[in-house]
């Protein structure tokens, strides 16, 4: 057990749906990341929050969306998802100063 | 643009036979550089940090070393259970605290 906590472990929706996929990070660590890993193009950032501010944005699509709540936990929220969308998620978190990043174990996520 | 390249993509080795993986970076001012080891369906598991040319870390069998352009990952005599996908990740200046990970090397470990 890395310390971050992801859930749903797995999750199956159909195209054109909303998902809210849910993080809690390391006790102490108030940095939260996203991250997608699909087969073809592997591990891809998404967004970083720092103690509920949004810190930087990779490639995050218009449709998704994400927040760091004052408990530190994050919510990623991904609508009208499209086939392309399933993927691997991951969160990471890491404590200040750190760059080193621990991972949770990720959401599996499947559009049909 | 500033790239993570990983090689080879898949490599086999039988038990005991010690190999290196790649890990070549095309960036300007390297803050440090970043071993992790996945399992399928896990999250990444972090190895090693490494911050300046010359640096070398070891863990069991693995040994990292950085230079100015690339790093290896070297497996001294492994074992089945050393299988995984090897990820190295850098991160730059001016990126804040993202990290910019390559595509992997996958390593199967047979008796």
């Known amino acids: 057990d890395s310390g971050v906590t992801q859930t749903p472990k797995h999750l199956i929706t159909a195209t054109g749906q909303r998902v809210t996929l849910r993080c809690s990070p390391r006790s102490g660590d108030l940095s939260v990341y996203w991250y997608q890993q699909s087969l073809d193009q592997g591990l891809q950032f998404l967004i970083h929050?720092?103690?509920?501010?949004?810190?930087a944005k990779g490639n995050i699509l218009e449709r998704f969306s994400a927040q760091q709540f004052p408990d530190l936990h994050s919510e990623l929220n991904l609508s009208s998802l499209e086939l392309g969308d399933s993927a691997l998620y991951f969160c990471?978190?890491?404590?200040?100063?750190?760059?080193?990043?621990?991972f949770g174990s990720g959401t599996r996520l499947t559009v049909v | 643009e500033d790239q993570v390249t990983q090689s080879p993509e898949a490599l086999r080795l039988q038990e005991g036979e010690s190999s290196s993986l790649n890990c070549s970076y095309t960036v300007s001012g390297l803050r440090g550089l970043f071993w992790y080891r996945q399992d399928p369906g896990k999250g990444p598991e972090f190895l090693f940090t490494l911050y300046s040319a010359g640096e070398e870390k070891e863990k069991e069998r693995l040994k990292a070393t950085l230079t100015k352009k690339e790093s290896f990952l070297h497996i001294t005599a492994p074992k089945p259970e050393d299988s995984a996908t090897y990820l190295c990740a850098v991160l730059y200046t001016g990126t804040a605290s993202k990290l910019t990970f390559g595509t992997g090397t996958r390593l199967q470990v047979t008796l």
């Open positions: 990471a978190s890491s404590a200040t100063g750190s760059y080193g990043y621990t």
């Open positions: 929050y720092y103690n509920g501010e949004e810190r």
